[in-house]
């Protein structure tokens, strides 16, 4: 089955604000750079969709090798999301949303979760349970994208299943400075390595 991975991304400038707050690393620089370990991972297993408005990461993200859109106006996270679903769907490829925020993902993660999901929409959990990381969609079918508080749950609601066990490094995505140290413990990305070099307290994990 092929896959297409879409990650939805917002302007940096507005990217990350309870994060850039809690770092002393330039908030813009921050989120770019866990977006980039993210997709630079995910594209070692599949081709990757991202859906984003932002110049600065539409030329980084295309230089490692993603397909980068447009994100229609006032489509929000969903709406975006919907919109790479259908072109992911247009290219005979089966659509998964993954959040654009897991500097610690490897290649090898994505690939698990992935080869595990069957035939109906599956999702996986946040490491605090209550958010999603990955949502694949039902064979033949579009994204039906919950994202938002509680996404876990509302995913669970129409019809999402939940993987469990599902890899660590994929459910761990950094909204917080204690996020961040979690990560960190797992392996950051290079990306995320070189703008936080000597932000840490503890050494940054390779």
């Not at 698990?112 to 969609?137: E, K, N």
């Not at 876990?152 to 066990?165: F, R, S």
């Given at each position: 089955m092929r896959w297409m991975v879409v990650v939805p991304l917002k302007r940096l400038a507005t990217a990350k604000s309870r994060l850039r707050s809690a770092v002393d690393a330039p908030g813009p620089a921050l989120a770019l750079a866990l977006a980039c370990d993210t997709v630079a991972a995910a594209l070692g297993h599949v081709e990757v969709l991202v859906v984003c408005d932002d110049p600065v990461a539409t030329a980084a993200l295309r230089q490692l090798g993603a397909t980068v859109v447009a994100e229609p106006e006032y489509a929000g996270l969903n709406g975006a999301l919907r919109h790479g679903s259908a072109l992911a769907r247009r290219a005979d490829a089966r659509p998964a949303a993954l959040t654009g925020d897991l500097p610690a993902l490897r290649?090898?993660?994505?690939?698990?979760?992935?080869?595990?999901?069957?035939?109906?929409?599956?999702?996986?959990?946040?490491?605090?349970?209550?958010?999603?990381?990955?949502?694949?969609?039902?064979?033949?079918?579009?994204?039906?994208?919950?994202?938002?508080?509680?996404?876990?749950?509302?995913?669970?609601?129409?019809?999402?299943?939940?993987?469990?066990?599902?890899?660590?490094?994929?459910?761990?995505?950094?909204?917080?400075?204690a996020d961040l140290a979690a990560a960190a413990a797992l392996g950051l990305g290079p990306h995320t390595r070189a703008v936080l070099a000597g932000q840490l307290t503890a050494p940054l994990a390779s």
């Open positions: 290649a090898a993660d994505l690939a698990a979760a992935l080869d595990a999901c069957g035939p109906r929409a599956t999702f996986v959990a946040d490491a605090a349970g209550a958010g999603t990381t990955l949502l694949a969609a039902a064979v033949g079918a579009d994204l039906a994208p919950r994202f938002g508080p509680d996404s876990a749950a509302a995913h669970q609601a129409i019809g999402a299943v939940a993987l469990t066990p599902a890899p660590s490094r994929l459910r761990l995505d950094v909204d917080t400075a």
